[in-house]
């Protein structure tokens, strides 16, 4: 086999072995939650997983210097709002 023969054939059995990965797991999903249900939970109530999507927070500093940095307020501060903070700003200083 020549060389771009081989680089095919190794794509191929790349994606092969994902796909076979993929539909193993998928599987295994399946048969929990079959398993769960059967005992009358969810599967999310077993391993604390909660059952709503995380909704996303709308930014409410940014970086005066760099307007692509935000920061929602929760959470540890960015160091760029301590540097800030250090420098003499406040935080209404940054608010969007």
């Not at 054939?9 to 539909?23: M, S």
């Not at 997983?49 to 409410?60: E, L, N």
Request: aromatic share 6%.
């Amino acid at each position: 086999m020549s060389l771009d023969e081989l680089k095919t054939l190794r794509k191929q059995v790349d994606k092969a072995i994902a796909g076979y990965e993929d539909r193993k797991k998928k599987e295994a999903l399946e048969q929990l939650e079959k398993a769960a249900r059967d005992m009358g939970f969810s599967l999310a109530e077993l391993t604390g997983g909660s059952s709503k999507p995380r909704r996303t927070v709308a930014p409410k500093y940014a970086n005066p210097d760099d307007a692509s940095q935000t920061w929602t307020g929760r959470g540890r501060k960015p160091r760029w709002v301590e540097a800030a903070l250090a420098a003499g700003k406040s935080l209404d200083d940054l608010a969007i």
